[in-house]
């Protein structure tokens, strides 16, 4: 039980807990040893977006039209964090466990529930310290954002401080599943396991019920990986910002609930029970924001302006019906090029999914499937189309309006980038691991006064020269791993399909361009709806007869 004296004095400084904890994350293995994993992992996927990156705009320098679709978000920023991604879904909770773990497993936390500090106070701290020790863990990634700016590539600030938010949002998530997990175990381990249970889950959530209709796909957007999705996207959803914050606080308060040692377990459960049912409310009221920012240079998100200002102004409701499985292309086109926009720019929009209980194969019979039911008031119209070209007119007939004259404004000139990601290898094997095993090895050494918080750990000699191997070790193997994908297509008959490749979507043939021989591929017929030829061949010579 707490002391009397210490009980009645929650007025301590705050200050000596948190560098305490800092000292035990700096101190630990598990944080150096994500930095020195995060380097080739972030490098390898940087080197690959660069080079495909200026693969991409090599073919688009004498070319406008295809120096557009080139953005450093979907080239750059995108793929390298999302590595960055993955070494937090899988090695960030052991940082975040030990603020917690180790004091529980040996005892410590009998001794710090006596300091004169509320519980709540002490899960807050070590959340502030999980959220520097993610910050740490950053610097790979925000190093290579440093490198390709250095290199001439354009970044937008805006998409940068979007994109580093949704990840921050995400690691502090993870952060508090893992303080969670903590203080309803009783070992670093089984904590571990809990806490990859939750991002884990995630992943299979994600290739499991994604896109099915009805109630599994509520269930779907329960998934942690749904919260990076918005923001890769360029976009800042209000809605999901608040909505992750809740869910952090709510995993720290539930930590705090189970975190004190001599409470009947039953009394946590009702307390427990309290907590999540306030963070339900609170996250229904959450989601019923609609605000969001389209923070892309090149609007994908959005509407034209003139557009976007007309239908603000319709105040009535719309009302569509989508009569298409949710696993159907056009369904994601639709939904990704005009209903998504829509329900963002005007203010009362619906959307049924009138095939949801269906399958793909059932539904694709009825007459009816294809078509889309546009309502607004006591108009109605409908279309099988999937293009904003077509639906935004036919929206302004059912308003009694004619569509908007085109505002005058800079369109996305697009910005391509012929360089080689090789160099970042230099520092991503060689400069950065080595600046990280020097500062472990003096985190390791750093004094200690007060015995209360600090203690020194000392780093082995043998622990210094096999982390030295294995950078060097994969400092020499990666750079051939990385080596490009080529294809010989020399031997190749101009004017016939490639013998080398199997065509699937799109039409495919051997051209000559330079005395050389290229492969041309035309997707018009595809978009179309009509498959490569020969598709069932094909198919039997890659899947076999069955």
Same mark, same amino acid.
């Given at each position: 039980?707490?002391?009397?004296?210490?009980?009645?004095?929650?007025?301590?400084?705050?200050?000596?807990?948190?560098?305490?904890?800092?000292? $035990?994350?700096?101190?630990?293995?598990?944080?150096?040893?994500?930095?020195?994993?995060?380097?080739?992992?972030?490098? =390898?996927?940087?080197? *690959?977006?660069?080079?495909? @990156?200026?693969?991409?705009?090599?073919?688009?320098?004498?070319?406008?039209?295809?120096?557009?679709?080139?953005?450093?978000?979907?080239?750059?920023?995108?793929?390298?964090?999302?590595?960055?991604?993955?070494?937090?879904?899988?090695?960030?909770?052991?940082?975040?466990?030990?603020?917690?773990? $180790?004091?529980?497993?040996?005892?410590?936390?009998?001794?710090?529930?006596?300091?004169? =500090?509320?519980?709540?106070?002490?899960?807050?701290?070590?959340?502030?310290?999980?959220?520097?020790?993610?910050?740490?863990?950053?610097?790979?990634?925000?190093?290579?954002?440093?490198?390709?700016?250095?290199?001439?590539?354009?970044?937008?600030?805006?998409?940068?401080?979007?994109?580093?938010?949704?990840?921050?949002?995400?690691?502090?998530?993870? +952060?508090?599943?893992?303080?969670?997990?903590?203080?309803?175990?009783?070992?670093?381990?089984?904590?571990?396991?809990?806490?990859?249970?939750?991002?884990?889950?995630?992943?299979?959530?994600?290739?499991?019920?994604? +896109?099915?209709?009805?109630?599994?796909?509520?269930?779907?957007?329960?998934?942690?990986?749904?919260?990076?999705?918005?923001?890769? *996207? +360029?976009?800042?959803?209000?809605?999901?910002?608040?909505?992750?914050?809740?869910? #952090?606080?709510?995993?720290?308060?539930?930590?705090?609930?189970?975190?004190?040692?001599?409470?009947? #377990? /039953?009394?946590?459960?009702?307390?427990?029970?309290?907590?999540?049912?306030?963070?339900?409310?609170?996250?229904?009221?959450?989601? *019923?924001?609609?605000?969001?920012?389209?923070?892309?240079?090149?609007?994908?998100?959005?509407?034209?302006?003139?557009?976007?200002?007309?239908?603000?102004?319709?105040?009535?409701?719309?009302?569509?019906?989508?009569?298409?499985?949710?696993?159907?292309?056009?369904?994601?086109?639709?939904?990704?090029?005009?209903?998504?926009?829509?329900?963002?720019?005007?203010?009362? #929009?619906?959307?049924?999914?009138?095939?949801? /209980?269906?399958?793909?194969?059932?539904?694709?019979?009825?007459?009816?499937?294809? $078509?889309?039911?546009?309502? @607004? +008031?006591?108009?109605?119209?409908?279309?099988?189309?999937?293009?904003?070209?077509?639906?935004?007119?036919?929206?302004?007939?059912?308003?009694?309006? *004619?569509?908007?004259?085109?505002?005058?404004?800079?369109?996305?000139?697009? @910005?391509?980038?012929?360089?080689?990601?090789?160099?970042?290898?230099?520092?991503?094997?060689? #400069?950065?691991?080595?600046?990280?095993?020097?500062?472990?090895?003096?985190?390791?050494?750093?004094?200690?006064?007060?015995?209360?918080?600090?203690?020194?750990?000392?780093?082995?000699?043998?622990?210094?020269?096999?982390?030295?191997?294995?950078?060097?070790?994969?400092?020499?193997?990666?750079?051939?791993?990385?080596?490009?994908?080529?294809?010989?297509?020399?031997?190749?008959?101009?004017?016939?399909?490639?013998?080398?490749?199997?065509?699937?979507?799109?039409?495919?043939?051997?051209?000559?361009?330079?005395?050389?021989?290229?492969?041309?591929?035309?997707?018009?017929?595809?978009? $179309?709806?009509?498959?490569?030829?020969?598709?069932?061949?094909?198919?039997?010579?890659? =899947?076999?007869?069955?």
């Amino acid at each position: 039980m707490p002391s009397p004296e210490t009980s009645l004095s929650r007025g301590a400084p705050v200050w000596p807990l948190f560098a305490k904890e800092l000292r $035990e994350i700096v101190t630990g293995r598990a944080l150096w040893t994500l930095l020195l994993l995060a380097c080739p992992l972030v490098g =390898y996927s940087f080197f *690959q977006a660069t080079s495909l @990156y200026g693969e991409a705009s090599a073919a688009a320098v004498n070319s406008p039209v295809l120096a557009t679709n080139l953005s450093p978000l979907d080239g750059i920023l995108v793929p390298t964090f999302g590595s960055f991604y993955v070494a937090v879904t899988l090695l960030f909770p052991f940082v975040a466990i030990r603020v917690l773990g $180790e004091e529980k497993q040996s005892g410590a936390l009998r001794l710090l529930v006596q300091l004169p =500090y509320r519980t709540m106070t002490l899960v807050s701290v070590k959340l502030a310290a999980v959220f520097v020790a993610w910050l740490l863990c950053a610097i790979p990634v925000l190093s290579s954002l440093f490198i390709w700016s250095m290199a001439g590539g354009h970044l937008s600030p805006a998409e940068i401080a979007t994109l580093f938010l949704g990840h921050l949002l995400y690691g502090l998530l993870i +952060g508090a599943v893992a303080l969670f997990s903590a203080s309803i175990t009783e070992s670093s381990a089984t904590a571990a396991i809990v806490t990859l249970a939750f991002t884990i889950g995630s992943w299979v959530l994600d290739f499991t019920i994604a +896109g099915r209709p009805g109630w599994l796909e509520w269930f779907a957007h329960l998934s942690l990986t749904q919260v990076i999705r918005t923001f890769e *996207q +360029g976009l800042l959803s209000v809605s999901l910002v608040a909505g992750v914050v809740v869910a #952090v606080c709510a995993f720290a308060v539930l930590a705090t609930v189970w975190l004190p040692p001599g409470i009947a #377990v /039953r009394q946590k459960l009702m307390r427990s029970a309290v907590c999540v049912a306030a963070a339900a409310a609170v996250l229904l009221v959450v989601t *019923q924001i609609k605000a969001s920012i389209d923070v892309t240079e090149d609007r994908r998100n959005s509407f034209a302006v003139a557009d976007a200002n007309q239908l603000a102004r319709l105040t009535e409701p719309l009302a569509i019906t989508v009569h298409l499985a949710a696993e159907d292309p056009r369904y994601i086109d639709v939904q990704r090029n005009v209903l998504a926009k829509l329900e963002r720019v005007m203010p009362h #929009v619906s959307v049924r999914l009138a095939t949801a /209980r269906q399958s793909f194969t059932s539904a694709a019979g009825e007459e009816a499937y294809g $078509e889309i039911e546009y309502r @607004y +008031g006591a108009r109605s119209d409908t279309s099988r189309s999937t293009s904003p070209r077509e639906i935004l007119p036919l929206i302004y007939g059912l308003a009694g309006g *004619q569509p908007p004259s085109p505002i005058p404004s800079a369109e996305f000139p697009g @910005y391509p980038l012929v360089t080689d990601g090789g160099f970042a290898f230099l520092w991503f094997l060689g #400069v950065l691991p080595i600046l990280i095993v020097f500062a472990w090895w003096r985190s390791c050494r750093l004094p200690s006064n007060d015995r209360m918080f600090l203690r020194e750990v000392d780093m082995k000699t043998g622990t210094r020269v096999l982390l030295i191997a294995v950078v060097s070790t994969v400092a020499l193997l990666l750079p051939a791993i990385a080596a490009p994908f080529k294809v010989d297509l020399s031997g190749e008959t101009a004017g016939a399909e490639p013998k080398s490749l199997v065509p699937v979507v799109g039409i495919w043939r051997i051209e000559t361009e330079a005395g050389k021989s290229v492969l041309a591929v035309d997707g018009r017929q595809w978009k $179309e709806g009509q498959s490569s030829a020969g598709i069932a061949d094909k198919a039997r010579a890659l =899947y076999g007869e069955r």
